[in-house]
């Protein structure tokens, strides 16, 4: 897969820098084991075939990635995020700046488009859907996760532009012509007893605006609710975490448990 310089986005993304997990930043030790998660759990759409990560950011999973697919390619809106995987990955890796709704990649290219924490930044998700169906081959996968919108003390991300539940996500697959299913992660029943007496606390401080923008300015907040601080690493390869499989949820309803909202997007 080859990367076509002339699908750069020309707005300005620096804003993003801000707001994107860059190696040796402090975050949660449940930030860091739900990063590795979404790409474990990505393997079994990715072993053996060509994927691309849409939004890859810093790229911290693209290496593990990169361990099981027969290729992989990434991409990012913002070049001075996508600088730091550059930096980790040299040329191993192909990685090019471009905006969702206009890959630089061939039609029917690829088995695998992987969007990772980046739907709500997109300004027009459905482009995105058409765009993934036109680079992928018959019977591929969009590979989407996405923080829970529907639980309670939900705190959107600064410069988001739309969330997607469970509801939300399957009409949107099912109108751009793919077949969704949907796993729900980190379970709220069962996270931490700090965590479960905070939560009224987190949502409080999400409807008053106070929780901080930046990921400087969250580190002292992230700390107080969910204890335990690492170092974020450049690789994921760097700090593997045990893998527990998530839980099948109905594409029906809102899911009112679980964190972490996976869906995979089944080309039809």
């Known amino acids: 897969m080859t990367a076509n ?22 975050i949660s030790a449940e930030q860091l ?3 590795c998660h979404r790409y474990y759990w990505a393997r079994a759409y990715v072993e053996g075939k060509d994927a691309v990560e849409v939004g890859c950011g810093a790229g911290q ?17 913002s070049a001075e995020v996508l600088a730091r995987a550059k930096a980790t990955y040299g040329d191993t890796i192909p990685l090019a700046v471009f905006d969702a709704a206009r890959m630089p990649y061939p039609d029917g290219s690829v088995d695998a488009v992987l969007l990772f924490e980046a739907i709500y930044y997109l300004p027009d998700a459905d482009a995105f859907m058409a765009e ?5 081959r018959p019977g591929g996968h969009v590979l989407i996760a996405t923080a829970n919108k529907d639980l309670y003390d939900f705190n959107p991300s600064p410069f988001s532009v739309r969330y997607y539940g469970v509801t939300e996500l399957a ?5 751009n012509g793919y077949v969704p299913s949907f796993l729900g992660y980190v379970d709220v029943t069962r996270v931490s007893l700090r965590q479960r007496v905070l939560r009224p606390v987190k949502s409080l401080a999400s409807r008053l605006g106070l929780i901080p923008k930046t990921m400087g300015g969250k580190e002292f907040l992230k700390k107080l609710f969910f204890g335990r601080m690492v170092d974020m690493p450049a690789s994921i ?13 109905p594409g ?3 899911d009112r448990r679980h964190k972490v ?8």
Do not use: N, W
């Open 171 to 175: 009409e949107l697959c099912r109108r």
């Open 252 to 254: 029906d309803r809102p």
């Open 132 to 136: 993934a169906r036109r680079v992928l």
């Open 237 to 249: 390869l760097d700090t593997p975490v045990p893998y527990v499989e998530a839980d099948a949820i």
């Open 33 to 35: 084991e739900r990063m």
């Open 61 to 77: 999973g693209l290496g593990h990635l990169r361990q099981y697919a027969r290729s992989v390619a990434g991409g990012d809106i």
């Open 261 to 268: 909202i996976y869906c995979a997007a089944r080309l039809g």
């Open 5 to 26: 310089a002339s699908a750069a986005p020309t707005s300005d993304t620096a804003r993003f820098v801000d707001v994107t997990e860059m190696a040796g930043q402090k």
